[in-house]
T-cell receptor, first 110, second 116 residues
Framework: RKEVEQDPGPFNVPEGATVAFNCTYS??????FFWYRQDCRKEPKLLMS???SGNEDGRFTAQLNRASQYISLLIRDSKLSDSATYLC???????????FGQGTRLTINP | NAGVTQTPKFRILKIGQSMTLQCTQD?????MYWYRQDPGMGLKLIYY???????DKGEVPNGYNVSRSTTEDFPLRLELAAPSQTSVYFC???????????????FGPGTRLTVT
């Protein structure tokens, strides 16, 4: 089983819609989680860090389910500017490296 | 506070040439990383460093070398460029958690390298 698995998409949703995608991780020792967004041909940028059961920042909500080993990202009232690839990254205590998922590609349509 | 900076932004190399990709961070982060990303693919770790004088191989180190003489700088060296090294190269840095693990990483803008 891969350390991180994400549905690559693409997800095509209309502007204003709510969209959610999941990320599953295999290492039960993962304790922190990061969501990054990556625009085409640009560097990944940190969107959100999750250290407990979840986090919310404006229109973005991350929820962690440790029992089932997945973390979800919910985007409400989606904007055209939300179009990007979203990378899920679990962090493991003591691990000096992060494992980046392949990402989920999201396109918001006008 | 510039964060992570990389130079050059673009470079075209001929097969067999060598070059150094520069990476500097001004956040006093102990940990630094080099990744490559091929078109449509995910990030692959090339090398990383947990402090000055300490480096370790990642997933795809062949054909590359690194050094870390200061906290701020982590250059990546390509000795004999090959077409398979055509990629976008990202440098990243982070500070360590209390357990020694990596906290969130911050990325530079990348270097786009073409080897022909």
């Amino acid at each position: 089983r891969k350390e991180v698995e994400q549905d690559p998409g693409p997800f095509n949703v209309p502007e204003g819609a709510t969209v959610a995608f999941n990320c599953t991780y295999s290492n039960s020792a993962s304790q922190s989680f990061f969501w990054y967004r990556q625009d085409c041909r640009k560097e990944p940028k940190l969107l959100m860090s999750v250290y407990s059961s979840g986090n919310e920042d404006g229109r973005f909500t991350a929820q962690l389910n440790r029992a089932s080993q997945y973390i979800s990202l919910l985007i409400r009232d989606s904007k055209l500017s939300d179009s990007a690839t979203y990378l899920c990254v679990p962090g493991t205590q003591g691990a000096q490296k992060l494992v980046f998922g392949q990402g989920t590609r999201l396109t918001i349509n006008p | 506070n510039a964060g992570v900076t990389q130079t050059p932004k673009f470079r075209i190399l001929k097969i067999g040439q060598s070059m150094t990709l520069q990476c500097t961070q001004d956040m006093n982060h102990n940990y630094m990383y080099w990744y490559r990303q091929d078109p449509g693919m995910g990030l692959k770790l090339i090398y990383y460093s947990v402090g000055a004088g300490i480096t370790d191989k990642g997933e795809v180190p062949n054909g590359y070398n690194v050094s870390r003489s200061t906290t701020e700088d982590f250059p990546l060296r390509l000795e004999l460029a090959a077409p398979s090294q055509t990629s976008v190269y990202f440098c990243a840095s982070s500070y360590p958690s209390s357990s020694g693990g990596s906290y969130e990483q911050y990325f530079g803008p990348g270097t786009r390298l073409t080897v022909t």
